[in-house]
């Protein structure tokens, strides 16, 4: 009976890692006292806000991916605003400033988040949507449950197509209890090493790997990430595409050459799936396009946004 007491109590002591260190990490409201921006109270909880650019102006909000919280768009959102645009970007759920709620992030989940925040923002008429990987899912997803909301629709390396991921993530998502406790000591260690590895690069913006790797002392935001792999990022969007195709939304697609989670073959199975998007592919880029190459983003939209509306104001 004593011979099985040890090892009980250094599985039930495993067991209890991620539990404990969930409890010493804090909520976000712990960080809110230095968020830029603004916060509005929604349906499912606190949304972490900020606006850019001019008063008037066409409006594109910008929805972030998995794990970069929303200030990954100030670099990109800075160059809009030159072409006369207004740019609202927002944290999601489990992500930033904004609150971590229970339940399954599935595309109906933050679909949910970004109707809310429009309502209060008083954003009632067409916008132009832009999302950077997991937030090209969710931007895809909304266009399909509203399409007479968006005006063009632009995806950045965007999910809901084609996903690489290791062997590791893959575990951790497709079985439940024990990747639950692999994604949350095993899979993020690694993350977090890999982020460090990070710390001194050039980046468009400063600071972005930093707050990357803050995010994982912000408790919900392991929960949050784990639950948008099993859910919003496994859902492949064909369905939702040809819908879109049908419904005659402008459609602008970015890719990154060189990106090793959003494979560039989905530039050819999208134009399977809508004929009428538009596809650009930026030349030596991976995953982190959209904070290494931002400026050749920008210039691409220039081009994209005045072709699909016809006229833009360019600021000159």
């Given at each position: 009976?004593?011979?099985?007491?040890?090892?009980?109590?250094v599985i039930g002591g495993l067991a209890c890692l991620p539990v404990?260190?969930?409890?010493?990490?804090?909520?976000?409201?712990?960080?809110?006292?230095?968020?830029?921006?603004?916060?509005?109270?929604?349906?499912?909880?606190?949304?972490?806000?900020?606006?850019?650019?001019?008063?008037?102006?066409?409006?594109?909000?910008?929805?972030?991916?998995?794990?970069?919280?929303?200030?990954?768009?100030?670099?990109?959102?800075?160059?809009?605003?030159?072409?006369?645009?207004?740019?609202?970007?927002?944290?999601?759920?489990?992500?930033?400033?904004?609150?971590?709620?229970?339940g399954a992030q599935t595309g109906d989940f933050f679909a949910k988040?970004?109707?809310?925040?429009?309502?209060?923002?008083?954003?009632?008429?067409?916008?132009?949507?832009?999302?950077?990987?997991?937030?090209?899912?969710?931007?895809?997803?909304?266009?399909?449950?509203?399409?007479?909301?968006?005006?063009?629709?632009?995806?950045?390396?965007?999910?809901?197509?084609?996903?690489?991921?290791?062997?590791?993530?893959?575990?951790?998502?497709?079985?439940?209890?024990?990747?639950?406790?692999?994604?949350?000591?095993?899979?993020?260690?690694?993350?977090?090493?890999?982020?460090?590895?990070?710390?001194?690069?050039?980046?468009?913006?400063?600071?972005?790997?930093?707050?990357?790797?803050?995010?994982?002392?912000?408790?919900?935001?392991?929960?949050?990430?784990?639950?948008?792999?099993?859910?919003?990022?496994?859902?492949?969007?064909?369905?939702?595409?040809?819908?879109?195709?049908?419904?005659?939304?402008?459609?602008?697609?970015?890719?990154?050459?060189?990106?090793?989670?959003?494979?560039?073959?989905?530039?050819?199975?999208?134009?399977?799936?809508?004929?009428?998007?538009?596809?650009?592919?930026?030349?030596?880029?991976?995953?982190?396009?959209?904070?290494?190459?931002?400026?050749?983003?920008?210039?691409?939209?220039?081009?994209?946004?005045?072709?699909?509306?016809?006229?833009?104001?360019?600021?000159?």
């Amino acid at each position: 009976m004593l011979g099985w007491l040890l090892p009980l109590l250094v599985i039930g002591g495993l067991a209890c890692l991620p539990v404990l260190a969930e409890r010493r990490r804090h909520g976000a409201d712990a960080f809110r006292a230095k968020a830029p921006g603004r916060f509005a109270r929604l349906s499912q909880g606190v949304t972490h806000y900020q606006w850019f650019g001019e008063a008037r102006g066409p409006v594109i909000v910008c929805v972030h991916g998995l794990t970069t919280p929303s200030p990954v768009w100030y670099s990109i959102a800075a160059g809009l605003t030159k072409l006369g645009y207004r740019v609202l970007v927002y944290d999601l759920y489990g992500r930033g400033f904004s609150d971590a709620p229970q339940g399954a992030q599935t595309g109906d989940f933050f679909a949910k988040q970004l109707e809310d925040l429009l309502e209060h923002q008083g954003l009632t008429g067409d916008v132009t949507l832009m999302g950077y990987s997991m937030g090209g899912s969710i931007v895809t997803h909304f266009s399909m449950l509203h399409p007479s909301r968006v005006t063009r629709l632009v995806l950045l390396a965007s999910g809901g197509i084609w996903l690489r991921e290791d062997k590791l993530t893959k575990v951790c998502r497709t079985i439940p209890f024990f990747g639950d406790w692999l994604h949350a000591v095993i899979a993020a260690r690694k993350d977090r090493k890999a982020l460090r590895a990070q710390l001194g690069q050039k980046f468009d913006i400063t600071g972005i790997v930093e707050l990357q790797t803050a995010e994982y002392q912000s408790r919900g935001f392991l929960r949050s990430v784990l639950s948008s792999r099993r859910h919003m990022l496994n859902d492949v969007q064909e369905g939702a595409h040809r819908a879109i195709g049908r419904e005659d939304i402008p459609v602008v697609a970015i890719w990154a050459e060189k990106d090793e989670i959003i494979p560039l073959k989905s530039l050819g199975t999208l134009t399977q799936w809508n004929r009428n998007s538009r596809q650009e592919v930026i030349p030596d880029a991976d995953h982190s396009v959209g904070y290494t190459h931002s400026a050749q983003i920008v210039e691409v939209l220039r081009d994209a946004l005045r072709d699909a509306a016809g006229q833009v104001n360019t600021g000159n």
